[in-house]
């Protein structure tokens, strides 16, 4: 299975839906449509500093997306590279696509000179956790939130 990773494009907005769903739907999340439609604006803006967004095909068939942000870090001079969002459709899970999704990312900010990359994930999902143990180097730090 050849998988092809290129930047997310206005004619996929019905598959990078479909796809998006199925990540919030993973992790037990519903967003309106009008939170669909505007992060689907934002991973098309023009803005170096907004959302930007990757598809990864088969055969001409979207199977996985990526969302990755830059921003600046009060510790280094380039900024880093926050991977937010990264789905596999489950069909083809275990054959390459988070890994070409995430190495795409790796390629995406090096060019944008920031090198630095990171994400997270739920300490459920063995899964993914078992591809993130291989290509990156789980850290200490635990997140905290504001509760709701």
């Known amino acids: 299975m050849t998988v092809n990773v290129r930047p997310l494009q206005r004619d996929d907005a019905a598959p990078w839906r479909k ?20 992060q689907f604006e934002r991973l098309l803006s023009d803005n170096p500093h907004d959302f930007h967004g990757l598809i990864a095909e088969v055969d001409g068939k ?3 997306l990526a969302h990755f942000v830059y921003h600046r870090h009060g510790w280094r001079t380039d900024d880093v590279c926050y991977l937010q969002d990264l789905y596999a459709d489950p069909s083809v899970r275990g054959k390459g696509v988070g890994r070409a999704l995430i190495e795409a990312v790796y390629a995406a ?4 000179g920031a090198p630095s990359v990171y994400w997270m994930t739920q300490d459920f999902n063995h899964t993914a956790r078992q591809l993130y143990d291989r290509i990156g180097v789980k850290t200490p730090f635990i997140k905290y939130a504001r509760p709701a």
Not at 19 to 38: Q, R
């Open 109 to 112: 900010a090096d060019s944008a």
């Open 62 to 64: 979207q199977i996985g």
């Open 19 to 38: 796809l998006w769903h199925g990540y919030l739907a993973f992790y037990d999340t519903e967003l309106p449509d009008k939170m669909y439609d505007l």
